[in-house]
């Protein structure tokens, strides 16, 4: 167990609906990290956080969005949904933003779009 | 631009054997590299990591992996393969350009199957 929490697990939706990830990060990690795994994309980078600023983004479409919580958790919103959204999402977690520290994964959420 | 390259989709070895999965890497700048492991339907583990010094580095359940700045390589090796070992592989490199750090860029994966 990494100590990164995500919510949900799974997530089953429809084309043009939104929904909501949510993401805890180990006890004093400030840093939180989100990926969109698929088949044919492989393991992106999407967004990085640090203490509640955007530090650095990634392959993240502008139908994705983001945020950093004063409370440190993380929530990754996805609009317009599409077919080729369905992926595994990571949400991970560093103690820093310096780029040594190793990143700790969540469990991840499955979304699959219908 | 960074990158880094899995050429292998898949590594087979025999429980016992010895085993390497290669990883080669692109940066302009110096590499901070880093190995993780995905077992099925879980996030990705850490298992180990170059920042300088010494360039053979260990990690997590016997696995090491040596740094070789000419070949622009950083290759995972375990001494002796058990069929737990069986599972995903991801290399991973982030570039440190004086005092800025840039994304971290994970390889395509490599599947390692020991076999009993």
């Known amino acids: 167990d990494s100590g990164v929490t995500q919510t949900p697990k799974h997530l089953i939706t429809a084309t043009g609906q939104r929904v909501t990830l949510r993401c805890s990060p180990r006890?004093?990690?400030?840093?939180v990290y989100w990926y969109q795994q698929s088949l044919d994309q492989g393991l992106q980078f999407l967004i990085h956080?640090?203490?509640?600023?955007?530090?650095a983004k990634g392959n993240i479409l502008e139908r994705f969005s983001a945020q950093q919580f004063p409370d440190l958790h993380s929530e990754l919103n996805l609009s317009s949904l599409e077919l080729g959204d369905s992926a595994l999402y990571f949400c991970?977690?560093?103690?820093?933003?310096?780029?040594?520290?190793?990143?700790?994964f969540g469990p991840g959420t499955r979304l699959t779009v219908l | 631009a960074q990158s880094v390259a899995q050429p292998e989709d898949q590594v087979n070895v025999a429980e016992g054997n010895p085993l390497t999965v290669k990883c080669t890497y692109s940066?302009?700048?110096?590499?901070?590299l880093f190995w993780y492991v995905q077992y099925p339907n879980r996030g990705l583990q850490f298992l180990l990591k170059?920042?300088?010094?010494?360039?053979l580095v260990k990690g997590s359940y016997g696995f090491e992996a040596e740094f070789n700045k000419s070949q622009t390589s950083f290759h995972l090796k375990k001494p002796s393969a058990l069929v737990s070992d069986s599972a995903l592989y991801f290399c991973?490199?982030?570039?440190?350009?004086?005092?800025?750090?840039?994304?971290?860029?994970f390889g395509t994966g490599t599947l390692l199957a020991v076999q009993p």
């Open positions: 991970a977690s560093s103690v820093g933003s310096i780029g040594y520290n190793e990143q700790f």
């Open positions: 006890s004093g990690d400030l840093s």
């Open positions: 991973a490199v982030r570039e440190h350009r004086g005092g800025a750090t840039n994304k971290l860029i």
């Open positions: 170059y920042i300088t010094g010494d360039n």
């Open positions: 956080y640090y203490n509640g600023e955007e530090r």
């Open positions: 940066v302009s700048g110096n590499p901070y």
